[in-house]
Nanobody
């Protein structure tokens, strides 16, 4: 069992930055790939970024590529999502997730564990 807790969300002006964190407890995080997803009101949950268990490979949605960096510190059992040049359309609840497999990281339904989400609001 892995418990994930996100933090770092908040209200920021367009062009600003936020760093989300995803702290894991339970089993060692180093065995799991991690992903970040987001869901805006009235919209489907969508993929944002993912990173393999070792951190050797990363993946990004086209909508955030160049503005977002995913990383992880397995010793601290924590994953991160650094978001820069934020836009109003980035407003959503952001979720971190973990899965044992390193495949299909852009697909939400394949993940084994999910956090409760953290709200990110970008004002124009």
């Amino acid at each position: 069992q892995v418990l994930l807790v996100e933090s770092g969300g908040g209200l920021v002006q367009a062009g600003g930055s936020l760093r989300l964190s995803c702290a894991a407890s339970g089993r060692t995080l180093s065995s799991y790939s991690m992903g970040w997803f987001r869901q805006a009101p009235g919209k489907e949950r969508e993929f944002v970024a993912a990173i393999t268990s070792s951190g050797g490979s990363t993946y990004y949605a086209d909508s955030v590529k160049g503005r977002v960096t995913i990383s992880r510190d397995n010793a601290k059992k924590t994953g991160y999502l650094q978001m820069n040049s934020l836009k109003p359309e980035d407003t959503a609840v952001y979720y971190c997730a973990a899965k044992i497999s390193g495949y299909g990281l852009t697909i939400s339904r394949g993940y084994d564990y999910w956090g409760q989400g953290t709200q990110v609001t970008v004002s124009s």
